[in-house]
């Protein structure tokens, strides 16, 4: 009897380790599974590198990552270096290119739908680009990607609140315009150019120094960034507000094939980094452009340097303009797609009522923050 005991001790004492043993390997892996796991990717954009203000979010990206997730890596590459956006793209739908941070219209050789949430004269204020997400065509265009497409939309990031026309002359009103050949950021713009009866001409913004030099072209679209590239040659730059001139949006974006085999933990330290970024991204923008207009700003169109356009002047340009541009629109997007184009006109147009100039949080950022990285020649 006494040895029948020891062996239901023994016996229970090797189940009671059998089931301690089990519970820790099942206790492991979940616990490995709360921490981030490693990522290398590559982040494709279509913008130049630094000191352009959107580069610079993307090198803290970079930076940050392997803070966030140790042994991470971020392979950047700005404008042209991998992919053009359709290519880029295309890549992430099929899982072989993790993530970009594209020009929206861009896309539409892909999808035409992309053209819905473009065009000047829309989204006027910087209150009402920075509530782009807001937007019902927005968030349309995000499930549609999700989707039809296998891409992840995560947010929107900003153009320069300053873009505008830099040119040999200032050019401010319809008349200005006439007969002038303009660099032109897509066919969108051009649209709008030829409704001032100016001569558009597109061209990749490395060759435009030479274009200047040359008299093939009087001036171009651009960003306060491309204009401080070219202030020599153009030094004659005129703003409308933050998208009279230009209204077409970044996005940031990821391969669903790359992003849903993450873990959710992977996913979660990820997400929260890129909206670190896209706040950077904000302040950056609006600094560098607020930089720039405070060193070359001047109230006297005659002279050269940065003129920020009175609410009489963009209206003049706005209504010369008519709906040409989403004319054009129109033309290139399926009928589906068509009621989206005017309600996101309607949409943009209430937003910058409801956002007037000088009541956007980022218009009250603090830029002495950032200075020492925002490099204005």
């Not at 996005?251 to 950077?280: F, G, N, Y």
């Not at 950056?284 to 060193?295: E, G, Q, S, V």
Request: proline share 7%; glycine share 8%; hydrophobic share 40%.
């Amino acid at each position: 009897m006494y040895r029948d005991s020891l062996r239901s001790l023994s016996a229970a004492a090797g189940t009671l380790a059998a089931i301690t043993a089990v519970s820790i390997a099942a206790q492991q892996p979940a616990l490995a599974q709360d921490a981030p796991r490693k990522v290398v990717l590559r982040f494709v954009a279509d913008f130049p590198p630094p000191p352009h203000p959107a580069a610079l979010a993307m090198k803290y990206f970079g930076d940050r990552l392997p803070q966030v997730i140790p042994g991470s890596e971020a392979r950047l590459y700005y404008a042209g270096a991998l992919y053009s956006v359709p290519e880029a793209f295309e890549a992430m739908r099929q899982g072989n290119l993790e993530m970009t941070w594209m020009q929206i219209g861009k896309a539409a050789p892909v999808d035409p739908w992309m053209m819905a949430v473009i065009g000047p004269g829309i989204l006027t204020t910087v209150g009402a680009v920075d509530s782009l997400e807001k937007t019902k065509t927005f968030k349309m265009l995000v499930e549609r990607l999700e989707k039809q497409q296998l891409i992840k939309v995560f947010g929107a990031g900003h153009m320069s609140f300053g873009m505008g026309i830099g040119g040999k002359k200032r050019l401010a009103k319809p008349a200005d315009f006439a007969g002038r050949k303009l660099r032109s950021m897509g066919p969108v713009e051009n649209a709008s150019l030829s409704s001032w009866k100016a001569s558009p001409v597109v061209m990749n913004f490395g060759e435009v120094p030479s274009a200047l030099e040359s008299g093939v072209i009087d001036g171009l679209m651009t960003s306060l960034g491309g204009w401080n590239s070219v202030r020599e040659q153009a030094p004659y730059f005129t703003m409308g507000g933050a998208g009279v001139f230009i209204g077409d949006y970044y996005m940031i974006s990821a391969s669903r094939r790359w992003w849903d085999r993450l873990t959710p933990a992977t996913q979660a330290a990820l997400q929260k980094l890129i909206a670190e970024t896209v706040q950077v991204q904000k302040e950056y923008n609006w600094c560098f452009d607020k930089m720039a207009y405070d060193k070359y700003g001047t109230k006297d169109p005659s002279k050269p340097g940065i003129y920020w356009m009175t609410p009489q002047e963009v209206s003049a340009m706005v209504t010369a303009m008519g709906d040409a541009p989403t004319r054009y629109v129109k033309s290139k997007t399926p009928d589906a797609a068509n009621p989206w184009v005017d309600t996101f006109v309607k949409e943009g147009r209430e937003l910058s009522k409801q956002n007037p100039p000088g009541t956007s949080w980022i218009e009250k950022v603090d830029c002495s923050k950032h200075a020492s990285k925002i490099v204005i020649k």
